[in-house]
């Protein structure tokens, strides 16, 4: 504790230490995965850069990706796996994945495939990809100021007047004057900035879910290989397999992350804890235990629950249960919502109606999948905004 409280005041000194010039030609609200890619495409392209980050250190959210290992793309990039489709591809074009790929190549990230196309870096480390984009931003000349939350952002004849916070100098207001404005806060803060930029209500996404129904208590913290079925009214919404993972209060894992973008309450799971297996083969190799089937405490759960091998056999095949909703207190990986893209010119990633103000990341109301799909966004779209508020400033 004392250790973490030493860390942050070191973190504050040094943000107090950061000058913060009056006038600049792009701000960025939010040094995270999108605002600093951004932040280096707009500086590397000619323009005065700052950006502005209420945490103490800029990047932190990359640290917690992957599990401390960030699954930073994937190998199949696909604009159909998002939830707009065609302004993810008119975003992205058709060299999204290289794009990214010799983005990071150029920073001097080495990085290997995992199963399903995940995308790690070597090291496994996500301080890796932090470190990086931290070290270019720096070289390329943006100021990074953390510790600066951005309070209210109000339009002017020729750009954006910006009022931030100071962590480290309460209660003072400072202000910094931007010919032009990008937008990176991630998910669900963008109402604070009040520009009046329509937006889709804010639900987390990517999370456990609390569900009814059997074996919750006593699975709770077993972890099976599955077929699973998202359905509503009897009809299959979506199919996947791979690891669920069982919880007192419902369910997670990879499968249920990307089922909460699109579970309602009163969905129902369907989990076929036998996947790949037929009928006719599960009762020949049930016929004595069904510990080589199953888990054997999922086995010993399922007979006690059932009373006979038999009916432990056909419930392990749709074992089923009722969505609540998302998980209380369960982190979302992601927030489903954010600034409506059809506001925004895909080509830019700047309002349509303002040419001053760009959004990128998840700010934008743009999700996909787990796999490395969403900071695949977060850096393709910062590396759009970014260049094109450049481009404009430097015309
Ligand atoms: C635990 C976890 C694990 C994840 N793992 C993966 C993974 O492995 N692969 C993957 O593809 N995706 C993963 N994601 C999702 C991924 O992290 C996000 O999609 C990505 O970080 C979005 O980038 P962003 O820059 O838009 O937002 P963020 O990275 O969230 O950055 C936004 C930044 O803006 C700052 N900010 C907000 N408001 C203000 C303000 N008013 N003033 C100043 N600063 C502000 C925030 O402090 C933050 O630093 C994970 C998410 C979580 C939570």
Request: hydrophobic content about 40%.
């Amino acid at each position: 504790m004392a250790q973490r409280a030493r860390r942050r005041a070191e973190l504050l000194k040094r943000a107090a230490s950061v000058v913060v010039p009056a006038q600049t030609d792009v701000c960025i609200v939010g040094g995270g995965a999108a605002g600093l890619v951004a932040a280096i495409h707009a500086a590397e392209y000619g323009a005065h850069t700052v950006v502005l980050e209420r945490d103490a250190e800029c990047g932190r959210t990359i640290l917690a990706t992957g599990n401390g290992r960030c699954n930073f793309a994937n190998t199949s990039l696909n604009p159909a796996l998002f939830n707009h489709p065609e302004f993810v591809e008119a975003v992205c074009g058709n060299s999204w994945l290289a794009d990214v790929l010799s983005f990071f190549e150029s920073c001097g990230l080495a990085w290997e495939e995992e199963e399903e196309g995940r995308l790690y870096p070597l090291s496994r480390q996500a301080a890796s990809v932090r470190n990086i984009l931290l070290t270019r931003a720096q070289a390329a000349g943006v100021t990074l100021a953390p510790a600066r939350d951005v309070r209210r952002i109000r339009r002017t004849a020729d750009g954006l007047d910006i009022t931030y916070c100071c962590e480290f100098k309460k209660p003072d207001d400072a202000h910094l004057h931007a010919h032009s404005l990008i937008i990176a806060t991630g998910g669900g803060s963008t109402t604070l900035l009040d520009l009046g930029i329509p937006e889709k209500p804010a639900t987390p996404a990517l999370c456990p879910l609390a569900c009814d129904g059997p074996l919750l208590t006593e699975l709770d913290g077993r972890r099976v290989r599955v077929r699973a079925r998202l359905e509503r009214k009897g009809c299959v919404l979506l199919e996947e397999r791979g690891e669920v993972l069982f919880r007192a209060y419902g369910l997670s894992g990879i499968v249920i992350f990307n089922f909460s973008r699109h579970a309602r309450p009163n969905d129902t799971i369907v989990l076929d804890l036998l996947p790949g297996i037929d009928d006719t083969r599960a009762s020949k190799l049930g016929r004595t235990t069904l510990d080589g089937l199953l888990d054997p405490a999922i086995s010993q759960a399922l007979l006690a629950s059932s009373g006979s091998r038999e009916r432990a056999l056909t419930q392990a095949r749709a074992l089923t249960y009722r969505v609540l909703g998302p998980a209380e207190g369960g982190q979302a990986q992601l927030t489903r919502g954010g600034l409506a893209v059809e506001a925004f010119d895909p080509t830019s990633l700047q309002l349509a109606t303002d040419e001053h103000i760009g959004a990128c990341g998840e700010a934008l109301d743009i999700d996909g999948p787990c796999g490395g799909f969403n900071l695949a966004w977060a850096w393709k779209s910062g590396m759009v905004a970014g260049t094109a508020a450049a481009r404009k400033v430097t015309a």
